[in-house]
């Protein structure tokens, strides 16, 4: 793993994302390297020769700027993060997601946090702060084998449960992230996803298709053939096909209403 120390020039950016005003990224790359994420786009702007999942930077003087930014910039909704995990493994070393929870905090901007690390209880002290917060992990299967296949470096799901449920005992807003919707993998397990995410007694389950861009679809296609040869074909004719995702829309707002939990979907 490549750890790089950089400067940032911003830190609270303008964010394109229906509902958010504004991005948080702390670290530029993810350790938890998923085949499926197409926060690759960001390597168009590295040097050449960096491999998703093998590095992150690091934007050591991300509070200094966001203190500075925060005096000029209007009260909005803040996601923590866009387009990395702001607690991979690395945020255990320079608690940088934390410093700027910590600065957040007194200005007391509404936070939505999406990660996959039950990293996040380290800071429920600080979170409990925030008037309007609300904390997501994502859980796309029950499957450990399938979650080492598509999100090789990230935390078990046993383990973001726990995170989610001790979240709520806090007293915080939670959400499971089902996104995205692996075909066959996600829509086998959608009834045991639910019962889950109910026992853990999660606020809402927020729901996104599989996007097949930046390159991706190259890190899903290899983890397939290595894995489940079998299901290459017609994973990816669902893969591409927006159809797939409609079809499965009515079934899981059914799920939704038989366990009693708010469901929106990104797509
Ligand atoms: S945790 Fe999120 S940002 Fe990190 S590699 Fe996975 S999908 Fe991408």
Known sequence: MKIKLVDCKTILSRSRIYGVDYAVNPYLGCMHGCLYCYARFMLKHLPQGLEWGEFVYVKINAPLILVRE???????????????DPYQPIEKRYELTRKLLEILARRDFPLIILTKSDLIVRDLDILKKFSDVEVGLTIVTLDENVREVFEPRAPPIKKRLEALSEVKQAGLKTYAFLGPLLPFFSEESLEDLFEKFKEVEVDRVMVDKLNIKSGNWRYIKKGLEENYPSLLEKFREYAFNEEYYLMLKPRIIRLAKNYSITVDFCF
Do not use: A, E, F, Y
């Not at 925060?70 to 387009?83: D, Q, Y």
């Open 70 to 84: 925060l005096r000029k910039k209007k009260k909005g909704l803040v996601l923590l993060s866009s387009v990395t």
